[in-house]
């Protein structure tokens, strides 16, 4: 299994997504709606080239402890998310559950 050197993960709050980079190029992103006081995760990827080295799961920690730190809760909608937060109980008492209200609200909110 091959490591990268050195993943850095960014949110970029004009995307409204948390992206991991590998050397400098984009390996990877989750992407998120803020609705109050929830962040709502939706869909996360990596790119093929990176596939298989631990970054989508890298990149969903540091989102979450970042979440966490700026005081909003989870809402798991994509489903990347949803089995990490299952692995990891560390971050389960931040996760709130999916609703159709929140679905109906980011169906909305994606156009």
Aim: charged share 25%; glycine share 8%.
């Amino acid at each position: 299994m091959n490591q990268s050197a050195n993943p850095v993960v960014e949110r970029v709050d004009a995307r409204h997504r948390y992206e991991i980079s590998v050397d400098g190029a984009r390996a990877g992103m989750t992407e998120y709606r803020d609705r109050g006081s929830q962040r709502i995760f939706f869909h996360t990827e990596v790119d093929e080239a990176y596939a298989g080295q631990g970054l989508a799961g890298e990149l969903v920690q540091q989102a979450l402890t970042d979440t966490r730190a700026a005081g909003l809760r989870v809402v798991p909608v994509c489903a990347y998310v949803t089995r990490f937060v299952k692995r990891h109980p560390e971050f389960a008492d931040l996760a709130d559950p999916v609703t159709a209200d929140v679905l109906s609200w980011l169906e909305r909110e994606l156009g």
